[in-house]
């Protein structure tokens, strides 16, 4: 009988080979959801709560941007509400350069719209391929960006900007200047009152897809404040005579330059200034550097014999002259001085202090500036604002030269009573002889309507009156500028005719031509000066080149101003007299009235 181990049985209720238990299955389960549930708990609470800021920047970083909002320049706007510069909206591509070059087969295509060369486009992208921001092509019409923008290529996109735009073109450059390709003023008016015309541009901050666009503004940084609208005291439309009349002048005297400036009278404002050759701010490309230069206020000219009315404001109020004595002896028409010959262009024998402006005698001028003074005749000439600023607030504006009186030789002070040695700006004579004009008080220029400016008196009203009325000889008959006559309106003015001078001296055959004069002359109204610059056919005279051109501009700024003429009855009585015998030892010339001819060095 054999004896047989008895073979053990399983459990009850478990089968071989079976795994854990429902039982720990489920805890096992439990246990790695509740450590994947902590670990997603500690890594959103290290995301929102520990890391959240560099993760938000990130993100900003990815798809927030803060972009500018831009605002339009200021208008600026003649007296009449004349529109001379405006802003227009346009539109600016640029592009991401990364995402371009992605698209390189589209590049032809952006290129061909852009109007480039589609080498150099990709050139200059592959250029800048570490940047995320380049202009393509600044200030092009709404339209024509469009279509760029219609081609669909990732990276590119456009803004909205403004582009100055200058009605009035190259007729009134040089007050206004120009604006840059960002809209800030370069020079002119523009460059003066870049602040109140610029504004302040908002910002924005926007949400942009990965292709750059933007898909949602999420809020305002920064209020958009539009420029500051400005109304200047220029009349257009006597600024457009005065360019057509100046630009006629030059044409038919062959002169190299112009300037004429317009100021009314009583304020000080500039009604008009005008030079040439000038430019046109809407298309600067091409111009020459000289033209952009507002010669009225930059440029420097000798006055020549136009300064002959303020040495008359010094004569009279050193009490040894009056309009009408003593008489001044320019017999021979030379007077030879530290050999120099101080002439004129006739013999005039003896003269009152109104026949020497009347035909503008040069040696009358010097005997009576060495009988002056000279610190009396230094500070008249400094006090009507030679060698300081008139305080227009143009930018650039030159102070012009005069010589401390104390330094003065005896020549030199003879010969700058009759224009020479000191030197000028067109806008300083125009507030000189408007100050003669406004009963001796001068007054700042300025270019906008309505400014107060500073006002001074500078001589007694008596002096300047009187001077006022020497002056309307110069155009009555046997003046030098009976051209620069108006019907029935009296002009007071005075010729000027200049040697230019040079590196030697002074030129014999290069001259500047001026005119200076006031209208209506019983109660000035308008102050008008023309420069003209060289003037090479016909003639090289203050009165036959120069006055013209302010007879016919200043006849139309009257008609257009509506001012009432004078009475025409004084000129039927034989015209003007300084005194009961009329100029005294002198007569009607036999020849065409002339002006002086300056200072010639031996």
Known sequence: ????????????????????????????VVGVLSLASVGLVARAFDLQVLRKQFYQEQGDARFLREVNIPVSRGTIFDRNGEPLAVSTPV???????????????RVPDLAAALGVDAGELKERLAQRADREFVYLRRQ???????????LDIPGVNAQREYRRYYPSGEVTAHVLGFTNIDDHGQEGLELAFDDWLSGKPGAKRVIRDRMGHVVEDVEQVREPKPGKSLTLSIDRRIQFLAYNELKNALAEFDASSGSMVILDVPTGEVLAMVNLPTYNPNS?????????????????????????????????SSGKYTPTSPLIDTTGG???????????????????PTGVITKSSNVGAAHIAMTLDTALMYNTYRAFGFGNSTNSGFPGESSGLLRIGRDWRPLEQAIMGYGYGLNVTPLQLANAY?????????????????????????VSRQVADEIVKMMETVTAPGGTATTARIANYIVAGKTGTAHKANAG???????????????????????????IDDPQKRSYYGGTV?????????????????????????????????????????????DPPIDDVPLEEP
């Open 1 to 28: 009988m054999s004896l047989r181990r008895p073979i053990p049985q399983p459990a009850a209720g478990r089968r071989r080979g079976a795994g854990p238990s429902p039982r720990r299955r489920m805890l096992l």
């Open 91 to 105: 539109m600016s591509v640029w592009a991401n350069p990364p995402q371009v070059l992605e698209n390189a087969d």
């Open 140 to 150: 092009m019409p709404p339209e024509a960006a469009q279509a760029v923008l219609d």
């Open 284 to 316: 600067l490309s091409g111009s020459k550097f000289s033209d952009r230069r507002n010669r009225a206020v930059t440029d420097l000219v000798e006055p020549g014999s136009t300064i002959k009315p303020i040495l008359m404001a010094a004569a009279l």
């Open 334 to 352: 030379h007077w030879y001085f530290q050999g120099h010959d101080i002439h004129d262009t006739h013999n005039y024998g003896l003269l009152t």
């Open 434 to 458: 408007a100050t003669l004009g406004d009963h001796g008080v001068m007054h700042s220029p300025s270019f906008i309507k309505g400014a107060d400016g500073e006002a001074k008196a500078i």
């Open 505 to 531: 001296g002074y030129s014999r055959d290069n001259y500047t031509a001026a005119f200076a004069g006031l209208v209506p002359a019983s109660n000035p109204r308008l102050v008008g000066v023309v420069v």
């Open 546 to 590: 120069s006055a013209p051109v302010f007879a016919r501009v200043m006849e139309g700024a009257l008609r257009l101003l509506d001012v009432p003429p004078d009475n025409i009855g004084r000129w039927y009585a034989g015209g003007p007299l300084m005194s009961p015998t009329g100029l005294a030892g002198s007569r009607p010339p036999t």
